[in-house]
Structure formats: C-alpha cells, structure tokens
C-alpha cells in the first residue's frame, strides 16, 4: 500500500485526490516545509552565537582590516630613512668634521656625496622610483651639507651672506641640471627652484642695496617665478609651476607689501618716484601674468611614463582574480585648472599696485588735497585705455582696481556730502536769528566745515562721469546711472557752501534742485527721496530768516502740490504739500505775533483740504492724504490745549471736517470719530463754564446715539436692543445713578427714577430687552436709596428671629421647587437620547 500527501489508503486500495486539491496539498505541504526550515536555521544561528559568546575560540577567519596601504607604509619608511640618513650627515659634518684633515675630509664628502647621487640610477632601473626619490633626496641635503663644510673649512674669512647668495646659486644649477638627467625624479627640480628664491635676496643683502634694493630683488625674483609657472608647459614640469606660482605670489607680495610702505612713508618726490618704479614693476608682473593665464588654462600635464602601463596590468590582474574588485586605468592626462577669477585676481593686483605708486608720487608733489581727485582722473583714464585692448578678465581685474580707488575716493569725499546734507539741521536750535554771512555759514552753525572740499566736490563729479559714461553693461547701466543722478545731487547741494556763495544763492540752489527732481523722469522712489529730502534741507536753511521761512515754504507747498497732478508722485508729494501747508500755517501765525491757539485755526486748513483733495486723488494717494490731514488736526489740538474755549471750538470745527469726510460711502466708520470730537467740544466747552451737573454732559452723548440706534432699528429690524439703545441708555443712567446716591436732596432721585419708569414702560411695550433691564434696575436702584432709611428703622423694630424664620421659608421655597426641576432635567436628557 501506498500513502502519501498526494493520497489515500482505503481497504488496500490507493485513492488519488484530483489535480486541483492535489496541487493544494502540495502548496501547503511546501510551505509547512519552508517554515520548519526558516525556524531550524534561526535556531542554528542563536546557537551559534551562544557558543562563541561562552567559550574563548580560535581566532575568526577573516584577516582584521588595514589602516595604511602598502605605498604608504613604504613612502613613511622611505621618509624616516631619509631622514635619518640625513641627520647622521649632519651630526658627522658638525661633531666629527674636524678629526679628519683636509683630505679625509674631501674624500669622505665627495665619495659619500656622489654615491648617494649616483644611487637613484639603478633603483629607477629596477623601478624602485619612491626609494630612488628618497635616495636623491639625501644627496640633495648632502650637497647643501658640502656646501656648509666648503665655507667652514677654507673660506671662514668669505662673508656669510654674499657666500650664501653664491651657494644657493650653484646648488639651484646643479640641482636643476640633476634633475634634468634624471628626468623621471620629481624632487630636485623643484628643490632647485626653492632654492633660486634666496640668490638675489641674499646679493641685495650682501651689498647693503637698502630698502629699494632688496625690494627690487624680491620683485625680479617673482618675476622669474611667475615666468616659470606660466612659460614651463612641459607636463613633466608640474610640480615645477606649482612651486613657481608659490614662489611669485609669495615673494611678489612680500615685495608689493614693502614697496607700498616705501611709497606711503617717502618724505619727498625721489623716494616717491623710486617707490613707484618699484610698484610700476610690480604691475608690469602682474599685468603680464594675468595676460597670460587664460593662454595656459588648456594646458594638460601626462602621467609619468610607465604609470599609465602598471595601472592597465594591475586593472588586467584584477579583472583575472576572483573576487577582486576591477581597478580602473588613472586617466592618461591631468588637467592643470586656471580659474578665471585666478586672472582677474591678479590683474587686480597689477592695477593697485600701478594706482598706488601713482599715489604715492602725486601725494608728495601735488598740493591742496588734490593728489586724490588726479588719481582719480588716472584710473579713469586707465580704466578707458584698457577696454577693448586686454582679456577679458584682464579688463575686469584692472576695472575693479579702478572701482577701488573711485570707492576709496567717494569715502573721502564723504564728509563734504555729509555736512551739505545734515549741516542745516543746526538751525532748528537757531529759528529766526538773521540772515548768514554765505551760504557756508548757513551750514556749518553746530558743525565744522571740512578741509579740501573743492578736491571733494571734483570727487564727486568725476565718479559721476564715470557711472554715466563707462557703465555699459545693460544689468549694471539703470543703477550706475542712479548712482551718478545722486552724486550728481550731493555735488549740486555742495556747491553754494563750497564756494561761499550769498546765503540767497544758497536757497535758490536746493529749491532748483527739488524742482528738476521733481520734473526729471526719475524712477519714482530715488527721485521722490532725493526731491523729499532737498526740499527739508532747503525749508531748514530757510529758518535762518522770517522772510525767508514764510517764502520758501509757500514756494514748497505750491511746488509738491503740482506736482501731486503726476499720478506717480501723487502718494508722496500731495502729502509733502500738506506737511509743509502746516508748517507755513505755524510759521505765519508766529510771524504776526499770533498766540497758539488763534494759530491752530488757521492750521485747521489743513485738513479742510485734506478732505476736499483727497478723494480726487487715486488710492494710493487718497490714504496718505488723509492721515497727514490728521496729523495736522493733532498738530491744531496741540495748539489750542491751552485755551478750553478755543480747545472746544477747534474740536468742534474738527468733527465738521471729519464728518464730511464720513460722507463718502467708503468712510462711513470715520463718523464715530466725528461723534467722539463733538462730544468732547461739548465736555470741554461745559468745563470752561464750570458746569457739574453730569446730565449736562452725558445728554449730548446720549441723544444722538439713541437717535442713531433707532435709524438702525428702523434700517434693521433684527438689530438687538443691546446694541441700538444700550450705549445711550448707559451713557446717562450709569452717571446719574451713581451720583444720585452722594444726593441729599430730593430733585433728582426724582426725575431720575420718572426717567427709568418712563424707559421701563417703553421696553415692556416694544418688548425690548435692554430699556426693560436697564430702566427697571435704574428704578429698582433709585426707589431703594430712598427707602434705605426706612428699611434700617423697619430691621431695627424687627425681632431677632424675623432673618431666620425669612431665610428658612427661602430654603423651603427652594427645596419644594426642587424636585420639579429634576424631573425637568431628566426629561431634557431624555429627548435629547430619543435625538441620538
């Protein structure tokens, strides 16, 4: 008999299931499998682990991971061979040096010397090129070690220093040519360059050259740098560029460093003129070389031969070996990158340097503070020559040079701006105390007047010149020209005190200013600050003198207020005009001798045409209009505080102008605050009659607002009674209550209480909530403070259990209502059950 999962024994008989529940009872059959294995291989690994954890093991299979990769280890190896191969060299030449005569000497030196050198030749046969490296590395520090001991041993009586310029001269050459030889070695070449730094800088200092001298040596010696890094285009040479583009920027700016200090302390024109051939030299540098580096941008350095070989059998060997990861091939040509900003950089340098020699000659040989403004012409003049003629980024690191001085020059010529801008606010502590001398006078009341403003206000034209006429590039040309339009304006306010120009001449400069700002099709927020901020500058030299104030406000006023017909100076400028309308309001009161508060009436003009303008300018304007209308209004309030009188009058002439105002459909919410200026006229005007009676000054709050209340009840007849008629109800029944009970007498509890009864009936017949409420507690209120008296005589004949036996029928009243009020409840809970 046969019995599987696939079938069945019945009476020796085997049944097979059909294919469908066949393949079922495989399915799970299977998956009954995979889950007894999935559990034993859990159970193995738990196992597993349990047992390494309990019992130290041999070590794990695996090799523990590398910190440093073979061609490290042998290059540190390399390297601490080296040196130490070169510090017993030095130890010998110093200690043991003088236990060998002459000869011993030479023959230990030269054989020693030239077997370290000739050394590198087999092993870079082999192809042992880090250990050649290190070899020759020591031959190099041996022949510096010769060099030593030569000047030790048979020329002690030969300067140090000039001995030392001629070492490092031979052993640049020598070093060269061995690394010339031995082409493959990339060390002594650039040793060879590292060491031509030092020659000329050591000659300069052997024969005392000065100064201008060693400073000239440091330069040729960049020269030379700077022309190896660029002109050296042999791939093997690369790390020889490098070390000569360190070199020249290095030595270049120690050089530059010393030259400009040279021409900043020269005490007179020879100095100067030598400091700047020196910086002359140094642009010339500069200048060449940032010529030059976009020509070599392109340039590739090749790998060294055989490297690109080795890699392609190492990428073979790997691709062969199972398991190794593939190594690709290093890419047969490196490129050498020159950032262009690397060109503009230098071509920045060049032109500073040029600029400043320049400087420094014309700073000792041209008198009055104009040494700066004629640096200036230069760089402009530089600065038109070199377009069109260079690289592009050439021009672009000589223009910014250029730009450096023209910034160092507008920041000198900031303090003549400055005092012709912010001088006349000296005045406001000075209203009216005669005309000035000039116009500088004018200016200068608090603040000293700067030392070389003409070369400043040359300055200042020129940069403008500049902006307008060199600026052509279509980003940067809209704001160089509004940089030279506010130059231009700064030079312009200048000029009367500059020149010392009649105080007269003075006014008409900046009101001519501010009119042809106004007029020129300036972008509207420059033009509209620079007209705002001449026009405050002219209205403050103007407080020098009566006549004058009175004159140059009118003529401000008039001139903002044409031009408030230019839609896009409108929001700023029809505001201007109303600010300086109350300005010449003030000024003319206080020139005929008027006191304050008659002053604030004629103020109130102001915001009289305030409202009369503002809704025929647009949006933008009508709002800016209107508060400085306000501001005027606040402006007359402040005026007329001292008198109530003419205080209650200007509040009232103010709640007529803010309710035509609230007139408009737009502004319909500014009538409450005509209401507020009417109420408080009427207070204040009650006050100055000596009036204590509150009715007096509640019923004119509470008259309008209940005739307002009704209109809105009529308007809308679901307005709630607490908003209709409560804030005029309250108005006056809260302050005559309250001052009803400090009354004896019997007058107005009496009308007061007729006037709650009468509000009582009134809401119970119009069914409204809050003249029922507030007249009935009123009332309630009125008839209790009269019938206090008697209720304390009445508590008085009251026998001691009266309070008791009162207070226990209110606790029976409470307890019997009780009950009902819990069914009630119930019942609302039960309704809103049914509702869920």
Known sequence: MVCDVTGTTLLGMTHFPPPAEELRLLDAELYRLDARRAQLLARRAWLVTALQSAAPGPAPAFAPRSEASAPRVQNVLLLLGGVLLTIAAMAFTLVSWGHLGIVGRAAVLGTVTLATLAAPLPLLRRGLRSTAEAVAGLGLALMVLDAYALHEAALTDTDGTAYAAFATTALAVLWAAYGTALDTLRLPRPAALIVAQLPLLLGAIAVDAGPYGITAALLVTAAADAGMALFATTPSLRSVRIAAAIGAYGLGGWGVLTAVWLSLTSPGPSAAARAAALLTFAAAIAVTAAWRIPETAGLTATAAPGTAGRAESTAAAGSTSPGALPQSPPPADIPI??????????????????????????????????????????????????????????????????????????????????????????????????????????????????????????????????????????????????????????????????????????????????????????????????????????????????????????????????????????????????????????????????????????????????????????????????????????????????????????????????????????????????????????????????????????????????????????????????????????????????????????????????????VTLLGARHRMQAPLVLGGSALVLVALHELTPYLVQVADALPRWVPPALAGLLLLAVGATYEQRIRDVRRVREVLGRMN
């Open 337 to 758: 990158l020159r950032p262009p900003f690397l060109s503009a950089a230098t071509a920045l340098i060049g032109g500073l340097c040029l600029l400043a020699g320049v400087g420094g000659v014309l700073r000792v040989s041209v008198p009055g503070g104009w040494a700066l403004p004629t640096e200036l012409v230069i760089a402009v003049v530089l600065l038109a020559v070199v377009r069109g003629r260079l690289t592009e980024t050439v021009r672009r690191g000589v223009g910014w040079a250029c730009a450096a001085v023209q910034t160092f020059s507008l920041v000198w010529a900031l303090p003549l701006a400055a005092v012709a801008v912010l001088g006349p606010l000296g005045l406001l502590q000075h209203p009216w105390s005669g005309v000035p001398a000039d116009a500088r006078a004018a200016v200068t009341t608090d603040i000293p007047w700067p030392s070389d403003t003409g070369p400043g206000l040359a300055v200042l034209v020129i940069v403008a010149g500049v902006l307008v006429l060199l600026v052509r590039e279509p980003v940067w040309r809209p704001r160089a020209s509004m940089g030279a339009v506010v130059l231009v304006w700064a030079a312009a306010l200048a000029v009367p005190a500059t020149f010392q120009l009649p105080y007269s001449v003075g006014l008409l400069v900046p009101g001519l200013v501010t009119a042809a700002v106004l007029a020129a099709p300036l972008r509207p927020p420059v033009g509209v600050i620079l007209a705002l901020v001449t026009s405050v500058d002219l209205a403050l030299l103007a407080l020098a003198d009566r006549t004058a104030t009175l004159t140059v406000l009118s003529a401000l006023t008039a001139l903002f207020a044409a031009a408030s017909t230019r839609s896009r100076l409108a929001p700023v400028t029809a505001p201007a005009a109303l600010a300086y309308a109350t300005a010449l309001a003030c000024a003319t009161g206080a020139a005929a001798g008027w006191q304050p508060q008659h002053t604030a009436l004629l103020v109130l003009a102001v915001p009289a045409a305030a409202v009369l303008v503002a809704p025929r300018l647009g949006d933008a304007a009508r709002l800016g209009t209107e508060v400085t209308g306000a501001v005027a209004g606040l402006v007359a309030l402040t005026l007329a505080v001292t008198d109530p009188p003419l205080l209650a009058l200007v509040l009232a002439l103010l709640g007529v102008i803010v309710a035509a105002t609230a007139v408009h459909p737009d502004r319909r919410r500014v009538g409450y605050v005509a209401a507020v200026l009417f109420v408080l006229a009427t207070w204040i005007r009650l006050a100055a009659w000596e009036v204590a009676t509150p009715e007096a000054y509640t019923l004119p709050v509470t008259v309008p607002a209940l005739l307002v209340g009704a209109w809105r009840r009529h308007r809308d007849p679901q307005a709630r009674s607490w908003t209709a008629y409560g804030p005029g109800l309250t108005a006056t029944l809260a302050p005559s209550l309250v001052t009803t009970l400090h009354d004896e007498g019997w007058q107005r509890p009496l009308l007061l209480g007729a006037a709650a009864l009468v």
